[in-house]
């Protein structure tokens, strides 16, 4: 059974980055699509991005567009979200989540494996 294993949150203050890693236990991503979803408290999951193991195919969502990036690493196991220029907006439990499926999409209900979240806290 894939896992998904998602770090990197902790607490930035506003105008700063993080790198969010998400890895997969036991298993190549590369044919997986994978996405990054965020939850702030007393709102809905928001998809933020989503790419292909392979590399191919990413989205990332309108609200973090041109500050937020997502890859992956050589090996096709990790997947990054790499955020810079981050609000207090972007405050949430972000966590990761994968399909078997070689297209994309950052709408939460189209995944079925999911990684316990890494709290990200934008704050001075």
């Known amino acids: 059974q894939l896992q998904l294993v998602a770090s990197g949150g902790g607490l930035v203050q506003p105008g700063g980055s993080l790198r969010l890693a998400c890895t997969a236990s036991?298993?190549?991503?590369?044919?997986?699509?994978i996405g990054w979803f965020r939850q702030a408290p007393g709102t809905g999951r928001e998809g933020v991005a989503c790419?292909?193991?392979?590399?191919?195919?990413?989205i990332v969502a309108g609200s973090v567009k041109g500050r937020f990036t997502i890859s992956t690493d050589n090996a096709g196991n990790t997947i990054y979200l790499q955020m810079n220029s981050l609000k207090p907006d972007d405050t949430g439990i972000y966590s990761c989540?994968?399909?078997?499926?070689?297209?994309?999409?950052?709408?939460?209900?189209?995944?079925?494996?999911w990684g316990q979240g890494t709290q990200v806290i934008v704050s001075s």
């Open positions: 790419i292909v193991g392979d590399g191919n195919g990413a």
């Open positions: 036991g298993f190549s991503l590369q044919k997986y699509a």
């Open positions: 989540a994968a399909v078997l499926s070689m297209f994309c999409t950052i709408v939460p209900i189209s995944y079925e494996s």
